[in-house]
Antibody, heavy 118, light 108 residues
Framework: QVQLQESGPGLVKPSETLSLTCTVS????????WSWIRQPPGKGLEWIGY???????NSNPSLKSRVTISVDTAKNQFSLKVNSVTAADTAVYYC????????????WGQGTLVTVSS | EIVLTQSPGTLSLSPGERATLSCRAS???????LAWYQQKPGQAPRLLIY???SRATGIPDRFSGSGSGTDFTLTISRLEPEDFAVYYC?????????FGQGTKVEIK
């Protein structure tokens, strides 16, 4: 059973960089696409972007200029960086496995709340 | 980007009743690759349906999906107490992946 776990700081100051890591267990990161999705408190889901295990990426055009997604196959991890954060970036951040043939997410992490505040 | 509009916003029903949720896309969804998720408070979304009508592993057969093009439906044939939750549709098209705003199924 594939499991995903997000980790990283729960509090980030405005204008700084949000950094999160997703650790995949129970299966290899190789051969799949991996994604980040966020959900502001009380609101809906927003796709941030995805990465293939080879390192190729695709991101939401609305966030593309501030987002970097990377992968470390040796550690079975992938990561997210969002720079120049504001209060609008406060959200629960989820990592998930993405099937590009079918366009769906089958395994999700439990999510981690990141608050942007001074 | 393709906008997904879900209706109704809230559905008030009793256990045992049938729930019909709608998801309408602003443009045709490629290959009818539309997915549905269930989310309960404090939990991550759970995949229910992919490819508009294929049930994910372990999903009870009271959940069914249908539709193509721009109009899709999630049906829960008989609501169980654990089915009261928020449901989202999702698609990928025109270089961006989008979710609907969600339909909350609440106990009447």
């Amino acid at each position: 059973q594939v499991q995903l776990q997000e980790s990283g700081p729960g509090l980030v100051k405005p204008s700084e960089t949000l950094s999160l890591t997703c650790t995949v267990s129970g299966g290899s990161i190789s051969g799949y696409y991996w994604s980040w999705i966020r959900q502001p408190p009380g609101k809906g889901l927003e796709w941030i972007g995805y990465i293939y295990y080879t390192g190729s990426t695709n991101s939401n055009p609305s966030l593309k200029s501030r987002v970097t997604i990377s992968v470390d196959t040796a550690k079975n991890q992938f990561s997210l960086k969002v720079n120049s954060v504001t209060a609008a970036d406060t959200a629960v951040y989820y990592c998930a496995r993405y099937h590009v043939r079918g366009d769906y997410f089958d395994y999700w992490g439990q999510g981690t709340l990141v608050t942007v505040s001074s | 980007e393709i906008v997904l509009t879900q209706s109704p916003g809230t559905l008030s029903l009793s256990p045992g009743e049938r729930a019909t949720l709608s998801c309408r896309a602003s443009q045709s969804v490629r290959n009818s690759y539309l997915a549905w998720y269930q989310q309960k408070p404090g939990q991550a979304p759970r995949l229910l349906i992919y490819g508009a009508s294929s049930r994910a592993t372990g999903i009870p057969d009271r959940f069914s999906g249908s539709g193509s093009g721009t109009d899709f439906t999630l049906t829960i044939s008989r609501l169980e107490p654990e089915d009261f939750a928020v449901y989202y549709c999702q698609q990928y098209g025109t270089s961006s992946l989008t979710f609907g705003q969600g339909t909350k199924v609440e106990i009447k």
